[in-house]
């Protein structure tokens, strides 16, 4: 079946670090691959998603790009501020039907001054 | 704007009893989810509804978890004689349900069984 398969973390940066959070997929056909975002105390909520092989989806300073030969969609960011620490989840979504997102284990990330 | 709404957003129950939660999804949105979200097992799949018909029951771990949406609104997921590992955070979604929608997310119930 489907799979995603995240960095494990926590991780832990320092403030305008730059981020970068592996995830790799395994899915028959051609999924949509997103990145979810749960800030402390709040709901999961869209980060940004990408449709298609080479798209490039980007958000708030967050950017990743669909990488079909290697089955990648890792989550990137120049430089990280502290309202950034989160738990961010890939996810991914056959285009075979209405099926429901798959998601990754989560990675923690903390930003500190 | 409202969101998805679950209630409560916190349930403490002794093992061997029954538990409702509750689920408002965003208005006009055909589509229901229900998640399970355990400390480091990240989201687990349970349900998930298309108008009131459930296509995916396949993520439902025991005979003891069923859920129900009516109206094309409401969803109850209901766990009866609740085991102490059924304590986790219990996430609802909704979407549009056309391809590509993207999921929004109430603030979950944090389930605990004693």
């Known amino acids: 079946g489907d799979s995603v398969t995240q960095m494990e973390g926590p991780v832990t940066l320092s403030e305008e670090a730059f981020l970068t959070i592996n995830c790799t997929y395994t899915?028959?056909?051609?999924?949509?691959l997103f990145w979810y975002v749960q800030y402390p105390g709040e709901g999961l909520q869209l980060l940004l998603k990408a449709t298609k092989a080479d798209d490039k989806g980007s958000n708030k300073g967050f950017e990743a790009t669909y990488r079909k030969e290697t089955t990648s969609f890792h989550l990137e960011k120049g430089s990280v501020q502290v309202s950034d620490s989160a738990v961010y989840f890939c996810a991914l979504s056959s285009n075979s039907g209405n099926t429901p997102l798959v998601f990754g284990k989560g990675t923690r990330l903390s930003v500190i001054a | 704007g409202a969101g998805v709404s679950q209630s409560p957003s916190n349930k403490v129950t002794e093992k061997g009893k029954d538990v409702e939660l509750r689920c408002d999804p965003i208005?006009?949105?055909?589509?229901l989810y229900w998640y399970r979200q355990s400390l480091g097992q990240g989201l687990e799949f349970l349900i998930y509804f298309q108008g009131n018909s459930a296509p995916d029951k396949s993520g439902l771990p025991s005979d003891r978890f069923s859920a129900e949406r009516t109206g094309g609104s409401v969803s109850t997921l209901t766990i009866q004689r609740t085991q102490q590992e059924d304590s986790a955070v219990y996430l609802c979604?909704?979407?549009?349900?056309?391809?590509?929608?993207?999921?929004?997310f109430g603030n979950g119930t944090r389930l605990t069984v004693t």
């Open positions: 208005s006009g949105h055909t589509a």
């Open positions: 899915a028959t056909g051609y999924p949509s």
């Open positions: 979604a909704s979407s549009l349900g056309n391809l590509n929608s993207p999921l929004h």
